[in-house]
């Protein structure tokens, strides 16, 4: 068995399994098997699972619909978030 | 190409795709539904994924009551695992008020045969620990709502509606729609037109510009909502909890997220799904306060999807008048994955055996064109 999402513990089986079902794009495979939905959000995975996709369905891996980028860039703590909206607006009214 | 179909049903989320199974499962010959994106790539995709019982006006109550019995047992008929989980709901009241308006809620709900109750704070707490104590007044408990996976619910009716004959074309986009005597002109952006004599009408937050096709009027107004998931965790609490006077919801995903969001009062009405810093501040405030102790959580990944509203916050359902056969089930006002298993069924039979539905007459469009005496649904986050 080959591991392909390393977060989430996503086989490669499993990522032909949903194309399979009909799958033509990274983000399908990332809603149904959770390949890049860790904490990594995808940066390692998502190469492969478009070399997969591209494999399968004998397409080009530039017409592969590219995946969508959500925030945060990295996992951040709400105490994090909290704190630095603290540090701004203590910097908002200094200002004033 | 130019093809014909018994029904066509614009819209590939839950809601379009439940109605195709159902139609297909009722006897229905040549279905066909058309998707811009991908599957649940609209509002179902990106929805919070629980199911309720617990509403504030009869129709929505008795239509959630009979989602969830068809929920208990839809993963055997469809053969597929959808993460389908009866955690429960808690809502919690904050004020005097709230506490008020639940008590009316909850004896209509145990009127019409829901097993909810109310509970006080402590009792609460051990329902879901981790609780601000001292922000809860009561709580309302139903242990047979819960949550289950949106992307797997939408997969798992298509794969069986396409086992029936179903046909899902995806990434197509309808530009246009013509109605010639008993037939409907279905054109797609691709430059291919599909004819049926039965429209259906699940475009979710677009809605209101594929009636606009046949010059009918669909009051459904998109708003963003945004909504975000934190790192997996040990599992903390099995329902969803809401809070509708702090204004958030919040669930543990079966694979240990969780996922939380939030209304937000000062949005306008549009179908932009961007990301914004305001709520992760605004999101992070909130969860904080009634959840003091999980400050460490930390988020992986935030994004949004649109509530279609309507005026009273009701999904519009069934056939309209200027237009025969042109049958509407949209405006679910961010509850179309909750209501899509007993809608999509109800509309079918409605269709397919002439069956006459009370529900779905209460809630015909027509209701939205005199807002004189609106019942709105005040359960909503």
């Known amino acids: 068995m080959k591991i392909i999402c390393r977060c989430q513990d996503v086989s490669e089986d499993e990522i032909i399994a949903a194309i399979r079902q009909g799958a033509t794009t990274i983000d399908e495979i990332r809603r149904l098997v959770r390949a890049g939905m860790g904490s990594c959000q995808g940066r390692t995975c998502r190469r492969l699972v478009a070399q997969i996709i591209s494999r399968e369905l004998k397409t080009p891996p530039a017409e592969i619909y590219p995946p969508t980028f959500r925030p945060p860039n990295r996992p951040v703590s709400f105490e994090l978030i909290m704190a630095e909206r603290e540090r701004q607006e203590t910097e908002d009214g200094d200002k004033k | ?381």
């Open chain 2, 1 to 381: 190409m130019n093809t014909a179909f018994d029904a066509v049903i614009i819209g590939g989320g839950i809601l379009g795709i439940a109605t195709a199974y159902e139609l297909a499962r009722a006897g229905m010959k040549k279905v066909c539904v058309l998707e811009r994106h991908y599957l649940a790539s609209g509002s179902t995709g990106r929805c919070g994924g629980g199911f309720r019982q617990q509403w504030s006006t009869e129709a929505n109550t008795l239509l959630a009551m009979d989602s969830v019995k068809r929920l208990e047992g839809l993963e055997e008929e469809l053969g597929y695992h959808t993460e389908f989980f009866q955690g429960g709901y808690l809502i919690l009241a904050h004020t005097p008020e709230e506490e008020q308006q639940f008590a009316k809620n909850v004896e209509m709900q145990r009127r019409l045969g829901l097993d909810v109750n109310i509970v006080d704070a402590d009792e609460a707490l051990k329902i879901v620990p981790f609780l601000n104590k001292e922000m809860i007044r009561k709580a309302t408990w139903c242990p047979k709502d819960g949550h289950i996976n949106p992307f797997l619910l939408t997969q798992g009716y298509a794969n069986a509606a396409r086992r029936l004959g179903v046909q899902i074309h995806l990434w197509t986009n309808v530009v246009g729609i013509m109605k010639k005597s008993d037939t409907f002109f279905v054109m797609t952006e691709a430059g291919n037109t599909y004819q049926t004599p039965l429209l259906f009408n699940c475009a979710g937050g677009f809605s209101r510009s594929i009636g606009a096709m046949l010059n009918v009027e669909i009051p459904v107004d998109p708003y963003r909502h945004e909504i975000l998931v934190t790192e997996p965790v040990e599992r903390l609490w099995n329902p969803m909890v809401i809070s509708f006077s702090v204004g958030l919801y919040a669930r543990q995903e079966m694979s240990g997220g969780v996922v939380m969001g939030m209304g937000d009062p000062n949005e306008p009405v549009g179908t932009f799904v961007g990301s914004s810093m305001h709520f992760m501040y605004e999101m992070a405030q909130r969860f904080t306060r009634l959840f003091p102790k999980l400050d460490k959580l930390r988020i992986v990944r935030q994004w949004a999807g649109l509530y279609e509203m309507t005026a009273d916050a009701q999904p519009i359902l069934g056939p309209v008048d200027e237009v025969d056969n042109f049958i509407q089930a949209s405006g679910f006002s961010g509850h179309g994955l909750m209501l899509a298993p007993a809608v999509s069924q109800i509309l079918a039979d409605m269709v397919i055996n002439k069956k006459k539905s009370e529900v779905v007459d209460s809630l015909n469009v027509k209701r939205l064109y005199n807002l004189k005496n609106v019942n709105k649904e005040k359960s909503v986050v």
